[in-house]
Structure formats: C-alpha cells, structure tokens
C-alpha cells in the first residue's frame, strides 16, 4: 500500500477510535516524516469537529516526542512549534522558510484541573455591558437586544424588523401613498457580540464585535453603498445594474454579487479582505493601482502597500462560526480578538513575538483559554482588573 493511502488508513482508524498499538506505533513514525507534510492539513480538517471527551490519540510523552523527531528533521532555522493539546494533531507549511509545523487544537474542557474548574465556574465568558445599536436617520438611538422580537422599526417609507435570532430585516414599506426616501441608518456592534442586517436588497452582512455599518434605508438607482468600521462579512445579492461598494478609511470593494470578509480595524495598522466566493475589487483610496481579487485570495492594505496572496479563509470567517481559529496566528493578532470579544483592555507592549495554532468555541471563559495557552508555550499571563498582559 502506498505510503499516502497508508497514512489516510491509520488517520481513519484513529478517528474511529479502532486503531491498534502497533499500528498507531506506525502512524507516530509515518507523522514525523516531512514529506508527509501536505496531509497534515487533512488530518486537522477531519479531526476538527472530534469530540473533547475522547481519549488522547497520543500520550503527552509520545506527542512530546514526536514533536522533537519532526523539529529534527527540518534543520531549516525558523520558529518553534507551540502545541495546543495532545489530542489532535495537525500540520501546515510554512511556506517561506520550508518548514513542516505540527500542532495540536486545544480543548481542555475534560483535562481541566479543580482550580480550573472552579476558575470557570467563577468567571465564565463576559458578559457585554453595551447593546447593539440602532441609530436611525433622525438620531434617534433603538436598543436591539432589549427591543422585542418581531417589532417593526419604521424609517421614512421603509421599515425593520428586529427578529429574536440576532437578525434585523429591511424591507420596502408599501403602504399606498408612502414615497421611501433614502435616509441612512448606523448599526453598531459592541464587544462581546455579533449582529446581522439583511439590507434592502437582499443582501445579508454579518458585523463581528466592535464593529459599524452604515447604510441607506433604500438604495438609489446606479449603485449600494455602504460604510463599515471593523470586520463584516457580506453575501451580496447579485444585481448587475448596481455594483454594491464597501468603504472604509483606506479603500472600497467593489462588487456585483460575491461572498466575502473585510478586516478594517480602526486599532490595527491593516486591512484585510478575504474572498470566499465570486470576485471583487480593491480600490485603495491613496492612489494604488486597483487589484482584482479571484476565491481564496486575500488582500492586506497596510503602510500604503497592498499585497495579494492566497489564505485559508477558514481562519478569516470562523468567527461566522463563534469560534476562535488560529492558523500560524501572531499572538498580537489573537489578542486584538480576546480585547474585542471578551471586553478586556490588552498590555500589547509586553507581548512576545509568537504563532499560534488552535481552534476553540468563543464561550470558552477566558482564564481556561489562557490556561490552554501557558499550559503548551512559556507564556505566563496576567489578568487583573479587566487588563492583560505578559509577565516576563
């Protein structure tokens, strides 16, 4: 049997909890052979959705081991691997340096110690101390989270709908003798939370935490334009008489009809766009020649630069999910998302220069995230007072 087919064998057999110590003796050696490399990815994917109460499908000590085996064989000089749980295996390549990583998903859920336990219990996932907003075109402000499902929120021939699955639907107002103006409205997203808008034209925009659209109420004849702070995934209806525009502070998407993710920070140097499916266009607003973006291609505008390369999209749209995802992740990165999510102020002058692997649910509490996290690296964190930092 060729070596990959012997391999995807062992990886099953492993997933259905059937594989034999000698056999799984075999997959510990076929792992730390670089070659190999390319179906590590398969093995995370097929593992990604393994229950947390099964049984390690290494011990610590062979996980341990293994890992010194495949650092050996890449005598290529690049950074360290920081394992995230014994329990799941995988891989990725780091492509400039040539390097085959190995990691493991962390999910400590049943490997949690009594004071962990008891830590979870005591400070579980924050709770948001803001609402989603509603700012309509007159200013006034509506609360979402505290409006009831199913009310109509009306605004100058067009109305809304706030449902009770975290959804507020736009639609034409028809009553006889009302002409929609174009007025716009804000919705505002604080940390901690996510909300989704269904616009006028059918198009539906996912805003994660800390984060604001604003859009009009009606679009006009020629064009849809909407303004976004933060991050939104959008899945545009397709109309090829109206392109759809996504501003931000340093550059438009335009779109006919296309699912995709945008990045735009106010307190990150950089904006992300992630294609998921269609096609769209970068326009910078410094300048820059445009850039045609094809699925799986990612932009990053910092520094009045703007490079194009491919990504797994996975990792830019997980949050979709309510999961953490990290993918060769820099922990500055990561930490920007705990600060949005669970509400905490970050000390990003004591953070070290670290990659992260690992996917987790975002209701995991944050001391057994962060526990997860000292536990697989020589990181030492420190939580008070909502303020995060690392201790040297």
Wanted: with cysteine; aromatic share 8%; proline share 6%.
């Amino acid at each position: 049997m060729p070596q990959q087919d012997r391999l995807h064998y062992l990886l099953d057999k492993t997933i259905a909890g059937t594989i034999a110590d000698g056999e799984r003796q075999e997959l510990f050696v076929l792992l730390t052979d670089p070659s190999a490399r390319l179906l590590y990815n398969d093995l995370f994917e097929q593992l990604a959705t393994a229950s947390a109460e099964q049984e390690d499908f290494f011990s610590p000590e062979e996980a341990d081991h293994l890992l010194s085996q495949i650092n050996e064989k890449n005598s290529t000089p690049g950074p360290r691997i920081y394992p995230l749980k014994p329990m799941l295996i995988w891989a990725a390549a780091c492509a400039t340096l040539l390097l085959s990583l190995l990691s493991y998903r962390f999910f400590v859920t049943t490997h949690q110690t009594a004071h962990q336990k008891n830590m979870a219990q005591l400070t579980p996932a924050a709770q948001p101390k803001s609402n989603v907003m509603l700012t309509l075109s007159d200013g006034k402000q509506v609360s979402l989270d505290s409006t009831e499902a199913g009310r109509v929120i009306e605004e100058k021939g067009t109305h809304a709908v706030n449902s009770n699955n975290g959804t507020l639907i736009y639609a034409a107002n028809n009553k006889a003798g009302v002409t929609p103006e174009m007025v716009y409205n804000t919705l505002t997203i604080p940390r901690g939370k996510q909300y989704k808008v269904v616009l006028p034209d059918g198009s539906q925009v996912w805003l994660n935490a800390a984060s604001s659209l604003r859009y009009p109420t009606q679009f006009p004849d020629g064009q849809r334009k909407v303004e976004l702070s933060g991050e939104a995934y959008f899945d545009i209806t397709k109309d090829d008489r109206k392109p759809f525009l996504v501003v931000t502070t340093q550059q438009t998407v335009a779109v006919l009809g296309t699912n995709f993710n945008v990045k735009a920070y106010t307190d990150e140097p950089y904006i992300k766009t992630t294609l998921v499916a269609g096609s769209i266009k970068i326009n910078p607003l410094n300048g820059i020649t445009a850039r045609l973006l094809k699925p799986g291609e990612q932009a990053i505008l910092e520094n009045n630069d703007l490079q194009v390369k491919a990504v797994d999209t996975k990792e830019d749209i997980s949050w979709r999910s309510d999961l953490f995802y990290f993918s060769d992740t820099d922990l500055r990165e990561m930490a920007y998302q705990l600060q949005r999510w669970y509400d905490i102020e970050v000390d990003f002058s004591s953070l070290p220069a670290k990659r992260l692997y690992g996917q987790l649910p975002r209701s995991t509490p944050l001391p057994e995230l962060l526990s997860a996290i000292e536990k697989t690296t020589n990181i030492k964190f420190k939580l008070s007072n909502g303020r995060l930092s690392v201790e040297k």
